[in-house]
């Protein structure tokens, strides 16, 4: 996983509350290898028809790859499926900016590269005024945690071992990796001390 400190992209807005991740990745789509990518059954059910056919007004449905989305309140809740950041991801998106999100997905989605930043609801009003009822360029500094459109800037919080995480490409492996030297010193010296542990040879 490649880490990131600035992107600029295509941002869309969805205007809808408490989207979960069963609708963010319906359930039956969950048999399908990640390998194969779980881009396409990204928001299924919202983005097609009964047909299977994608619906023209949908906002993600636009000529030109989205690659950050503006969202409403409680993203992301519901079940603990990782798949549902995979499909984020497959799809391209970097970034996902709402008033708030389910904690294991936002947990998930650091893990996996994408950026879930919170802003208040009056600034996700403006940001996505900004967007001039469509869509438009929106640039991320994650290195300052800061929101640039049409000129305005919007700063967000986040949690700082999440941005470093996000910075160097880690997860919670590659976390853990970099105290690897203290581990083994912690598990010699406890060898060492309660060698009566260990079974016989």
């Known amino acids: 996983m490649a880490g990131w400190?600035?992107?600029?992209?295509?941002?869309?807005?969805l205007p809808q509350d408490n989207v979960d991740t069963d609708q963010l990745i319906p359930a039956r789509f969950m048999s399908t290898p990640r390998v194969q990518g779980y881009g396409e059954f990204l928001l299924h059910d919202m983005r097609r028809d009964a047909a299977g056919v994608l619906r023209p007004e949908f906002?993600?449905?636009?000529?030109?790859?989205?690659?950050?989305?503006?969202?409403?309140?409680?993203?992301?809740t519901g079940s603990s499926r990782e798949a549902a950041v995979?499909?984020?991801?497959?799809?391209?998106?970097?970034?996902?900016?709402?008033?708030?999100?389910?904690?294991?997905?936002?947990?998930?989605?650091?893990?996996?590269?994408?950026?879930?930043?919170r802003l208040e609801e009056r600034e996700i009003t403006a940001l996505a005024g900004a967007l001039g009822g469509g869509d438009a360029r929106v640039s991320i500094d994650l290195g300052n945690c800061e929101i640039h459109a049409a000129g305005q800037v919007f700063a967000f919080a986040l949690d700082e071992m999440w941005r470093e995480k996000l910075i160097r490409g880690w997860d919670d492996i590659d976390l853990t990796l970099q105290h690897a030297a203290q581990i083994r010193t912690y598990r010699e010296r406890r060898v060492a001390d309660m060698a009566w542990l260990l079974p016989d040879d």
């Open 86 to 117: 995979y499909a984020l991801v497959d799809a391209g998106f970097r970034a996902v900016i709402a008033p708030g999100f389910g904690d294991i997905f936002a947990a998930n989605a650091v893990n996996n590269g994408l950026l879930p930043a």
């Open 5 to 13: 400190t600035r992107h600029e992209g295509r941002a869309v807005h």
């Open 59 to 76: 906002p993600l449905n636009g000529v030109e790859p989205a690659s950050i989305l503006i969202a409403g309140r409680n993203f992301g």
